[in-house]
């Protein structure tokens, strides 16, 4: 009984000194946001709406830039070697140059001291695009040797063209390194820059590594792409003719395999290319006269090797290719 009162008293005696010592502590109330946070993000969203947003700049302008570091990592991330002389050479076109020296003279500078020693890309330029080209139509040729000139034709300008060009620069970090006149970079710029760039990995490693490099980041564009979405047949039916006659197959005959909803508001039908009695191809459509232009269109791909469950590109090298075959062999 003692040992309860005296542990009562004990705790009693901790209650009233802390409650004593609560009373001297002074709590202050913290807010999560500043009272004038609200006042002054809504006029920086008035501002944002009426101003605008503001102007985009180029990584040049932002802290933390070697320009040198990033050439040498840009040749490094692309596994080239390539000469960082003719490398920078490639990013410099000559609107930059232009424009640098208009704002060296504003600025009141003598035409000597103003002067660049840098040189443009126009040689590399010109040098890429031509090899470029040529590199293609022969991959082209090579890849689909019973493709017609007109096929051929557009999907060399497919992959040569501007926008697909461009991808591939803005995808490889060519944009952030290009010295132009204005930012963001304009289409025609950014093309001659990659253009250039293929021009200095020619002249630096010669033209297999350039082949390499063109097979690797511009003709992988081709993978998923279908081919008349790069070649506009008017009439596939007079295409396929003409593709019977020269290798004397007797002439495709459509013929309507099945239907369905014929006297819906969605009709489907099936039309079958039959040439001496084999099947070439079908396919549907809304009416009679699209489904036999599509089974046309199935057909040509075949006959052009652009069919849809057909062998993915090799992009491997021959010599490449030798050490591998041979390993699996051998197991």
Same mark, same amino acid.
């Given at each position: 009984?003692?040992?309860?009162?005296?542990?009562?008293?004990? #705790?009693?005696?901790?209650?009233?000194?802390?409650?004593?010592?609560?009373?001297?502590?002074?709590?202050?109330?913290?807010?999560?946001?500043? *009272?004038?946070?609200?006042? /002054?993000?809504?006029?920086?969203?008035?501002?944002?709406?009426?101003?605008?947003?503001?102007?985009?700049?180029?990584?040049?302008?932002?802290?933390?830039?070697? =320009?040198? +570091? %990033?050439?040498?990592?840009?040749?490094?991330?692309?596994?080239?070697?390539?000469?960082?002389?003719?490398?920078?050479? +490639?990013?410099?076109?000559?609107? =930059?140059?232009?424009?640098?020296?208009?704002?060296?003279?504003?600025?009141?500078? !003598?035409?000597?001291?103003?002067?660049?020693?840098?040189?443009?890309?126009?040689?590399?330029?010109?040098?890429?695009?031509?090899?470029?080209?040529?590199?293609? #139509?022969?991959?082209?040729?090579? &890849?689909?040797?019973?493709?017609?000139?007109?096929?051929?034709?557009?999907?060399?300008?497919?992959?040569?063209?501007?926008?697909?060009?461009? =991808?591939?620069?803005?995808?490889?970090?060519?944009? !952030?390194?290009?010295?132009?006149? %204005?930012?963001?970079?304009?289409?025609?710029?950014? /093309?001659?820059? $990659?253009? +250039?760039?293929?021009? +200095?990995?020619?002249?630096? &490693?010669?033209?297999?590594?350039?082949?390499?490099?063109? *097979? !690797?980041?511009?003709?992988?564009?081709?993978?998923?792409?279908?081919?008349? !979405?790069?070649?506009?047949?008017?009439?596939?039916?007079?295409?396929?003719?003409?593709?019977?006659?020269?290798?004397?197959?007797?002439?495709?005959?459509?013929?309507?395999?099945?239907?369905?909803?014929?006297?819906?508001?969605?009709?489907?039908? $099936?039309?079958?290319? /039959?040439?001496?009695?084999?099947?070439?191809?079908?396919?549907?459509?809304?009416?009679? #006269? #699209?489904?036999?232009?599509?089974?046309?269109?199935?057909?040509?791909?075949?006959? /052009?090797?652009?069919?849809?469950?057909?062998?993915?590109?090799?992009?491997?090298?021959?010599?490449?290719?030798?050490?591998?075959?041979?390993?699996? &062999?051998?197991?």
């Amino acid at each position: 009984m003692a040992t309860g009162f005296l542990l009562n008293r004990a #705790a009693l005696t901790l209650g009233i000194h802390c409650q004593s010592v609560c009373r001297n502590v002074n709590f202050t109330q913290v807010r999560e946001k500043k *009272r004038w946070m609200k006042a /002054y993000m809504y006029v920086m969203a008035k501002k944002l709406k009426i101003e605008g947003p503001p102007p985009p700049k180029p990584r040049s302008q932002k802290p933390n830039w070697d =320009y040198h +570091a %990033e050439v040498q990592a840009f040749q490094n991330r692309l596994h080239e070697n390539v000469s960082l002389e003719l490398l920078k050479r +490639a990013f410099v076109n000559p609107c =930059y140059l232009i424009a640098e020296s208009e704002r060296r003279q504003g600025l009141g500078m !003598d035409t000597e001291l103003s002067a660049l020693t840098l040189k443009d890309n126009i040689e590399l330029s010109a040098k890429g695009e031509a090899i470029t080209k040529v590199f293609i #139509a022969d991959w082209c040729k090579a &890849s689909y040797p019973s493709l017609p000139a007109d096929g051929a034709q557009s999907v060399v300008d497919h992959l040569t063209g501007v926008s697909t060009v461009n =991808y591939v620069a803005a995808n490889l970090g060519i944009e !952030d390194l290009t010295m132009s006149a %204005e930012f963001p970079v304009p289409n025609e710029v950014l /093309y001659s820059t $990659f253009m +250039a760039v293929i021009g +200095a990995l020619h002249e630096s &490693s010669g033209a297999e590594r350039a082949g390499f490099f063109l *097979r !690797d980041f511009l003709v992988t564009q081709m993978i998923g792409t279908d081919l008349f !979405d790069l070649w506009t047949v008017v009439n596939p039916m007079g295409l396929l003719t003409e593709e019977l006659t020269k290798r004397n197959i007797p002439l495709p005959e459509p013929r309507l395999i099945r239907s369905a909803g014929a006297s819906t508001v969605l009709p489907l039908f $099936f039309v079958g290319l /039959y040439s001496d009695k084999k099947l070439l191809a079908q396919a549907p459509g809304e009416t009679l #006269a #699209a489904a036999e232009e599509e089974a046309a269109r199935v057909a040509l791909r075949k006959m /052009y090797g652009f069919n849809e469950n057909r062998k993915p590109i090799n992009f491997i090298p021959q010599q490449e290719q030798q050490p591998t075959l041979q390993a699996v &062999s051998s197991s």
